[in-house]
């Protein structure tokens, strides 16, 4: 097994900074959904999975996900991680299924689950991204 470039203590402090609500990217897709007068709820408890967004009046969950935290298989920034593996393997996994079954519940109660990965809103992706997105909320 690869040992971390990192002791236990720096590796646990950057684990501690990584943020789950208020990302970059989820920030970059509420101002622009904002700016194109969408009003939408953030991080609603009420329902399943905490969706990031959330646009009631066109029954729309929108979930940002990082490409690592929710294994976006074929993305370049998704790399299984040296060290630990066994560790992220299952902790990556969870999080997919759970996301599975939250996003089947949305759907069975007549929410349009939608999906942005982060990789998508790259420099040169990102506003042919928010303009497919918007398309996709409105139809």
């Excluded at 009631?56 to 929710?70: A, D, E, I, L, S």
């Amino acid at each position: 097994m690869t040992m971390d470039v990192h002791d236990k203590q720096t590796r646990s402090y950057n684990m501690s900074k990584i943020k789950g609500k208020n990302t970059k990217p989820e920030v970059l897709v509420r101002k622009y959904l904002f700016s194109k007068g969408f009003r939408f709820r953030v991080n609603d408890a009420r329902y399943p999975g905490h969706p990031d967004i959330v646009l009631p009046k066109y029954k729309t969950c929108v979930f940002v996900n990082g490409c690592f935290w929710y294994m976006h298989e074929e993305c370049r920034y998704f790399v299984w991680p040296k060290s630990n593996t066994e560790f992220w393997q299952k902790k990556t996994t969870k999080n997919a299924r759970r996301d599975e079954k939250n996003h089947t519940k949305l759907i069975s109660t007549g929410w349009k689950v939608i999906v942005v990965w982060e990789c998508e809103l790259k420099n040169d992706k990102f506003e042919k991204k928010m303009i497919d997105l918007v398309d996709e909320i409105l139809y």
